[in-house]
């Protein structure tokens, strides 16, 4: 590391013996600079992903509905016996009925509000909150089977578990592209670095000939190549972040798709990406280098 | 200061030197001869480590340079300053910085330095010259700001091959003037040169001595000059 900001640092004259360079000098730039865009998104898919897997997949959080059948009556003795039950229950923090307001509030969106749903033989609706750590399901489902008919436990598991794994495959989807675009930029930056090392060649040999030593002839062109894939990825992820900003807001709806981008500190993470970029550069130019002035004595 | 024990070069059609043993003591003044195509310039790589000898060993400074890692091979050029044949400049820095850049690479304060550079350019002459970029250099320019870059590390041995090679007499002798300055201050000097004008004209002001190549040898030449 310390070799690492030793060679940054290296003095602005020493960098003049390396002449100036022209197209590979820019596409190189364009190149760390469009990686560092496109790891900025892939970075906000996965902590997205991640975020909603794990929002998901935390399955004590999640509420839990009882559902209770039969005609009004059946349904009042019932949700008594079922609260009885549930205050047996260990693991279990608070269960409470839905008010028909609730339920009412909960049937709106598809059936407007406008419906006189006392006429229907609605379901009571429970709300079961479990402490950590939470309750046995398949026990419970299996003593309200025998003791209170047309009680059915929902704990929600048979449509969280595709979210959660669709959740867990785009997490691991941006995962690999960030491998890729690190794999990209090091091949990338490796065939800039031969270019500009070959393109100079006649430069390396002077240097080695007045009595450089070869950490100093590769340390100008690393420093050169690794500030500039710096500076392109810099501006890049700027870039990205700006259009992850950008992106509308979902307001009220909880979407995956209006949730992408960074959470509280997660918002760090980009800085990470020109980070990355120059060790990848350092490292990938530094063993560039030491191949090429194999070549001159 | 080098010494060749036994050395024979090939560079792969057949040997250019058969086994040579001579050494060049501090402080001496050599001039190196022999037709073109002879193997001058590969001596003098040979004397400077730019090659290694296919038989035999050289020693400089009493180390075996074939033994030299490559950080060893970079100290040693700074201890031996050579002018090459075509001077060898990076095009893109001006004069200056081209004399400094043995400074530059061995990690030297060139705040330091300004006024040995400053020294360096008026001895040569070129201290107008200074901005000036190598391309814009005459021969005799070229030739005299390599020899200051070569001598800008106070190296203890100079090697120059041709440097008087396409310049004209006058600038010839003043160049002459500077190397046997050098070799004044007890800098050992080894000097190519296919010249014979020159090297008569330098056994007048320097006990120089002349080896020559032939027949795969290199030997002191009498006094027939
Ligand atoms: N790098 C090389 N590879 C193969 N042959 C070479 C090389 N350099 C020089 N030669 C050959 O070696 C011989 C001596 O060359 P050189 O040392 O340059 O002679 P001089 O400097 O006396 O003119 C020449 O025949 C030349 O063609
Ligand atoms: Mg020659």
Redesign the pocket.
């Known amino acids: 590391m310390r070799r690492f900001f030793g060679l940054l640092s290296g003095d602005a004259r020493s960098d003049r013996v390396v002449p100036p360079s022209g197209t590979t000098s820019h596409l190189t730039l364009f190149v760390a600079a469009a990686m560092g865009f496109l790891a900025v998104f892939a970075l906000a898919l996965a902590m997205t992903a991640d975020r909603v897997a794990d929002r998901w997949s935390d399955a004590q959080s999640q509420s839990a509905t009882l559902r209770i059948s039969g005609d009004a009556e059946q349904r009042e003795a019932r949700t008594a016996a079922v609260l009885d039950i549930l205050g047996e229950t260990p693991g279990i923090a608070s269960s409470r009925p839905l008010t028909a307001e609730e339920q009412a509030a909960l049937l709106a969106p598809w059936l407007g509000d406008d419906l006189p749903l006392g006429d229907l033989p609605l379901p009571q609706l429970i709300e079961v909150i479990a402490e950590r750590p939470g309750y046995d399901t398949d026990a419970l489902q299996q003593r309200l089977n025998d003791e209170v008919p047309g009680a059915v436990l929902d704990d929600h598991s048979g449509w969280r578990a595709p979210i959660v794994d669709a959740a867990r495959g785009l997490r691991r989807l941006g995962v690999i592209s960030l491998l890729l675009i690190t794999g990209t930029m090091a091949a990338t930056v490796t065939l800039a670095a031969r270019a500009t090392l070959a393109a100079n060649a006649q430069v390396i040999e002077v240097l080695r000939l007045v009595g450089a030593e070869d950490r100093f002839v590769a340390g100008a062109f690393v420093r050169r190549l690794t500030v500039r894939a710096l500076v392109g990825s810099g501006a890049g992820m700027v870039l990205g972040v700006l259009a992850v900003l950008l992106l509308p807001p979902g307001g009220e709806t909880q979407g995956f798709l209006t949730e992408i981008g960074f959470g509280g500190l997660g918002w760090l993470a980009p800085l990470a990406v020109p980070v990355v970029t120059a060790v990848v550069a350092f490292v990938a130019t530094g063993v560039a280098a030491r191949q090429k002035l194999a070549e001159f004595s | 200061m080098i010494e060749l024990e036994q050395v024979g070069f090939d560079?792969?059609?057949g040997a250019?030197f058969g086994d040579v043993s001579l050494s060049l003591p501090a402080g001496s003044f050599h001039f190196l001869t022999?037709?073109?195509?002879?193997?001058?310039?590969?001596?003098?790589?040979l004397c400077y480590g730019a090659l290694n000898p296919t038989k035999g060993r050289i020693l400089a400074f009493g180390d075996d340079v074939a033994a030299a890692t490559r950080d060893d091979m970079a100290t040693l050029r700074r201890r031996i300053g050579v002018v090459h044949?075509d001077c060898r400049f990076l095009d893109h820095l001006p004069v200056a910085d081209n004399i400094a850049l043995p400074l530059t690479v061995s990690g030297r304060d060139l705040a330091q330095e300004q006024q040995n550079l400053t020294d360096l350019l008026g001895w040569v002459g070129l201290s107008e010259r200074a901005d000036a970029y190598p391309a814009e250099l005459s021969g005799g320019e070229r030739q005299r700001a390599a020899l200051a870059r070569a001598v800008i590390l106070s190296p203890d041995v100079i090697i120059a091959?041709?440097p008087t090679g396409n310049i004209d007499w006058d600038m010839s002798q003043r160049l002459l003037r500077l190397l046997v300055d050098l070799n004044s201050m007890g800098k050992t000097v080894l000097i190519?040169s296919?010249d014979m004008s020159l090297i008569r004209a330098a056994k007048s002001e320097v006990q120089a001595r002349v080896l020559r190549?032939s027949n795969k040898q290199v030997q002191l030449a009498g006094a027939d000059l």
Do not use: N, V
């Not at chain 2, 022999?34 to 003098?44: H, N």
């Open positions: 560079y792969g059609g250019l022999g037709p073109s195509g002879s193997g001058k310039t590969t001596f003098l790589k044949q091959d041709e190519a296919h190549i």
